[in-house]
């Protein structure tokens, strides 16, 4: 068991890894309308992975609560919310196509906020990833090593696309294609973190389950919206960001109903 869930784990920095290792082999920067499409078939991926791994488990979990069974899942949400209000708010971080950094006043340089920006939207994954395999280890319902497999491929998946936007950029930048890659693959080494610490509290978090489901798909579609929605859409032919987050949310939602 354990084997099956430290692999899981390092699954989606894998992904991550694998897509900042582009930088080796593609000669040009990303296009704009690559970065669109790629943008918004990550977004499509993590808005499915909310829906069908996390937050139909949490309601699943709460119906012996009877009408009020939609209650963890709304107050679990909205902290997920808050708190990835709360990140953005505090860490200094500067979107792809952002000429003003957000979060607080910080003399970083411009490649290290862009890794920093990533990095804030892999925490919710992370522990997402976290929270299902925490439930798998404590044989909580309705989550299977299925399920948690196609949690774990689908960030993976949605990964490799994010570190290839972020190495691409740092090699522009004028950053070694060793140094761009290892920024790409470092910015993703917060999800196996945050999924290890969350595994290791398994039994204190077996009882704040649907919770903490819940409060992981808050996080990740305040993600979503706030910055990757945006990203895919400016400019013209956002067209083509929309058609890659239908890609990216059916294959999601297929990996989840098949594997699950």
């Known amino acids: 068991m354990w084997l099956n869930v430290s692999e899981g784990l390092l699954i ?7 897509g900042s290792a ?35 488990p949490a309601m699943e979990q709460s119906a012996d609560k009877g ?45 290290t906020m862009m890794v920093l920006a990533v990095t804030l939207h892999n925490i ?19 989550i299977t ?6 949690l774990s491929l689908g960030i993976a998946i949605q990964n490799f696309p994010e570190g290839a936007i972020i190495s691409m950029p740092l090699h522009a930048e004028g950053k070694s294609k060793t140094k761009a890659f290892l920024g790409g693959a470092l910015s993703g080494a917060v999800e196996p973190i945050a999924a290890l610490l969350t595994v290791l509290a398994a039994g204190l978090i077996v009882p704040a389950m649907p919770y903490l489901l819940s409060f992981a798909a ?31 949310f059916t294959l999601m939602m297929a990996l989840d109903v098949a594997l699950g």
Not at 32 to 54: C, D, E, K, P, Y
Not at 145 to 150: D, N, T
């Open 12 to 18: 989606p920095f894998a992904g991550t890894a694998l």
């Open 22 to 56: 582009c930088v080796f082999f593609m000669k040009k920067e990303l296009g704009r309308n690559m970065q669109r499409a790629l943008t918004g078939f990550a977004s499509g991926v993590m808005v499915a992975a909310s829906i069908w791994s996390l937050i139909l």
């Open 67 to 111: 009408k009020l069974s939609f209650l963890p899942s709304v107050i679990g949400f909205w902290l997920g919310i808050l708190f990835l209000l709360l990140l953005d708010s505090v860490i200094p971080h500067l979107h792809l196509y952002a000429d003003k950094a957000e979060g607080v006043k910080s003399k970083a340089a411009k490649t």
């Open 124 to 142: 919710p994954e992370g522990m997402a990833v976290g929270v299902i395999y925490a439930g798998l280890v404590s044989g909580a319902e309705k």
């Open 145 to 150: 090593i299925g399920g948690a497999l196609a």
């Open 218 to 248: 808050g996080a990740m579609i305040y993600v979503v919206v706030e910055e990757l929605i945006p990203e895919m859409s400016a400019g013209e032919h956002s067209n083509i960001g929309v058609l890659m987050f239908a890609l990216g």
